[in-house]
């Protein structure tokens, strides 16, 4: 096993790895470090799930399996890149494109009816979502803004839309009916095993079974009534007309893999809710699926005229959308992974609640967030600035976040226990003795899900708080609402182990509304605050407050101490940037920024001196602190324009910057040596390095695939300085 491991996954930051990694492994070697590689990517997973249909030079190893298990040993030291969370659109286009490139893996079964598509199916869906973080996560978040970072967000502000208080903007959910005000929590007081079923008048149907708990486990349940939201989304649909604003869905459908899809196609159903009613059996015919979204839809029904004149009649009776992409027409209910909240909802309010309508003009928007759980994060963020004006980079503080998440902690919506209901009854979940645990009355279509926290991640989550607090001296609070099930269950861990610890008066415990205000109000006199999360806010949160502060969550400095010992070092929260890939493709360019695979690289190096006593790596990681603040002290961060700085570029600066911090430093002498002529060859090509990569900028290129895409193809893109690679080697 090598010393790091770093690993393979989708889309930008894949493409900015055929650049970096080859820097990483030439300049790691002379430190005797060595830097491996695990596949987690979308096609990589798809293609170890199959390996009975394909050939045998074809097969893949199942490295997120491998992964998982390395993660609970203490010789875990992981860099984890941010991966596809796929939707059902993205798993069946990459299935596509492995077919087309000779991987004879089955297709999506859409309506599995043999037992081989039922196998299928099942495969196909332990793909979805957030497939990879929950078996990587084996301990909590410890997610905040470098220092280097920040102090540059500081020095080099941001541009902030400007905050009206008679901007119509504002959050709507459901007032009742929804996930928040159905839930129900219990902590268990022994291990036991249990079973989920559907009791009705037809009788009883096991939704799952077998599902074991440990002693402590805070286990919740509840659901969101089909009715109330149908009722919910058309009179905001209504309301969004009356009030002039664009309608725009926010969800999480890729990590919530199962609830958000549904919901999301409840609202495509809504929003063209009379076609749906006039021809519904002629969509049903063609196969239409309203979760796969308007995009999907549309492209069943282009040939069907009728359909297709009342879907433009629809339209043009409804508000305007928020759109994905005016100028090609896609828009917010076109894909469900094309608008994820934690994204969409600080973009919108960076700039101002101003949402691109189909007009290609900015508008107010109604930002529909039908669940209450988290929604109050973004109405009061919204609020505050409607009172206050939009936030100053400049001078503001900063927000830290300390997330439950080990052991797939509040694993909501993506949990293998969250169901739509397929005929009306009681869900009772029944412990092995009988004991029924949670109980909810139920509709056809209602969406149902139960989640839990184990008691080991709850613990170590509230002292490692404790430890960052110390460590910081700033404000730290619990956003935890004592009149939420869920909440009151966590509560009930936190306040005595704060206590224990003579340290109670160092923390606040607020629910996540008041916690919001609280912590803008810290942040704008400058000061500093930890926000202490469950693992959806910790999600919500470590992209809006870095989106205001930094400009951008990619550059986030993400650790996970993991509960056995080892170490997971995540490159921010930055998505895996679809769009970044289709100007590379279109125009030779990469504005990927790699900041934050820069920030992970270093605390890697460090973890890996501390564990295993390798001074040679310490030095390594201190000089990449070094070119992380030369990249961002001289601005070679990648500029979003062709013709200008991409993040090929900014990967020479990075390696030359590392270069001569290892050449100059006096620890080793003989790190200091090997890297001396390194560094002078570097910046006596600097000219020709950079005509180099300025030259190829412009036309399109062919990587191969998009999913997969073919590594020499990828290489001779991400790599076209000959010059920067005889250098590196």
Not at 681 to 691: D, G
Request: hydrophobic letters at 40%; one cysteine or more; charged letters at 25%.
């Amino acid at each position: 096993m090598s010393d790091i491991i770093y690993t393979k996954v989708d889309e930008a930051p894949e493409l900015a790895s055929a650049s970096l990694l080859p820097i990483i492994q030439s300049f790691a070697a002379a430190a005797g470090v060595s830097v491996g590689t695990k596949d987690i990517s979308l096609a990589g997973r798809i293609l170890a799930a199959f390996p009975e249909h394909l050939k045998e030079d074809q097969r893949q190893s199942d490295d997120l399996a491998e992964l998982g298990r390395l993660v609970k040993t203490a010789e875990a030291n992981v860099i984890k890149l941010p991966n596809i969370s796929a939707s059902v659109p993205q798993l069946v286009a990459a299935i596509k494109e492995l077919q087309s490139q000779g991987y004879a893996i089955p297709d999506y079964p859409e309506a599995p009816a043999t037992d081989a598509e039922k196998d299928a199916r099942a495969k196909y869906d332990a793909l979805k979502g957030s497939a990879v973080n929950p078996v990587l996560r084996e301990g909590n978040s410890d997610r905040r803004a470098a220092k280097a970072v920040k102090s540059f967000a500081q020095n080099n502000p941001h541009r902030m839309g400007d905050w009206t208080a008679d901007s119509k903007t504002h959050v709507s959910s459901m007032s009742g009916g929804d996930f928040f005000s159905n839930e129900v929590s219990a902590t268990l007081d022994k291990d036991t095993t249990a079973k989920i079923v559907l009791v009705s008048d037809e009788g009883e149907t096991v939704l799952k079974e077998g599902v074991s708990y440990p002693a402590g486990t805070v286990v919740d349940a509840t659901f969101m009534s089909a009715a109330a939201l149908k009722a919910f989304l058309a009179e905001q649909i209504e309301a969004t007309k009356d009030e002039g604003t664009l309608f725009s869905l926010h969800m999480k459908a890729t990590m919530m893999k199962v609830s958000d899809p549904i919901i999301f196609g409840h609202a495509v159903k809504a929003f063209l809710a009379p076609v749906f009613e006039k021809h519904a059996a002629a969509m049903a015919d063609l196969g239409v699926n309203p979760n796969a979204g308007l995009g999907d839809l549309l492209a069943r029904v282009k040939d069907n005229a009728a359909i297709m004149a009342d879907i433009d009649a629809c339209m043009a009776a409804r508000p305007p959308m928020y759109m994905v992409d005016s100028d090609k027409g896609i828009t917010n209910l076109h894909v469900s992974s094309d608008v994820i909240i934690d994204a969409s909802m600080p973009a919108l309010i960076r700039a101002g609640g101003k949402g691109w309508g189909p007009d290609g003009k900015e508008s107010d928007t109604n930002c529909v967030i039908p669940d209450n759980s988290y929604a109050p994060v973004y109405d009061e963020t919204i609020k505050f600035f409607k009172e206050n004006g939009k936030l100053n980079p400049a001078t503001a503080g900063t927000v830290q976040n300390i997330g439950l998440m080990a052991q797939k902690a509040e694993e909501y919506g993506s949990h293998p226990t969250t169901f739509e209901i397929p005929h009306a009854g009681t869900v009772k979940m029944i412990l092995d003795d009988g004991t029924v645990l949670h109980e909810h009355k139920v509709e056809a279509g209602d969406i149902w899900r139960s989640a839990s926290a184990r008691k080991a991640p709850i613990e170590d989550w509230v002292n490692l708080a404790i430890d960052r607090q110390k460590a910081e001296g700033c404000r730290a609070i619990f956003w935890l609402d004592a009149d939420r099930a869920h909440d009151a269950e966590l509560i009930a861990y936190v306040t005595p182990i704060l206590e224990a610890k003579g340290v109670a008066d160092k923390f606040e415990i607020m629910a996540p509304r008041e916690a919001t205000r609280a912590s803008f109000e810290t942040i704008t006199k400058g000061e500093n605050t930890i926000a202490i999360t469950g693992n959806v806010l910790r999600d919500y949160l470590t992209d809006l407050f870095p989106i205001l502060e930094l400009a951008t969550s990619a550059k986030m400095l993400s650790i996970v101490k993991l509960m056995n010992g080892g170490g997971l070092f995540e490159t921010g929260a930055g998505g895996s940037a679809p769009k970044h890939v289709q100007q590379l493709v279109e125009q030779n360019h990469l504005r990927w920024d790699s900041l934050g695979e820069f920030c992970a690289l270093g605390e890697s190096l460090t973890f890996l001196a501390d564990v295993k006593s390798n001074e040679k790596a310490r030095v390594l990681g201190k000089a990449v602190d070094a070119a992380t603040q030369g990249i961002l002290d001289n601005g070679r961060s990648p500029s979003r324009k062709v013709g200008e700085p991409d993040n090929r570029d900014s990967h020479y600066w990075f390696a030359r910057y590392w270069a001569e911090a290892l050449a100059a430093q006096s620890d080793d002498a003989e790190l200091a040596k090997h890297f001396g002529p390194i560094a002078e060859a570097l910046a006596a090509n600097e000219a020709a390095i950079l005509s180099e990569l300025a030259a190829v900028q412009g036309p399109a290129v062919d990587l191969g695939g998009y999913y997969k895409t073919d590594a020499a193809k990828t290489a001779a893109v991400m790599r076209p300085s000959k010059t920067l690679n005889d250098i590196i080697g």
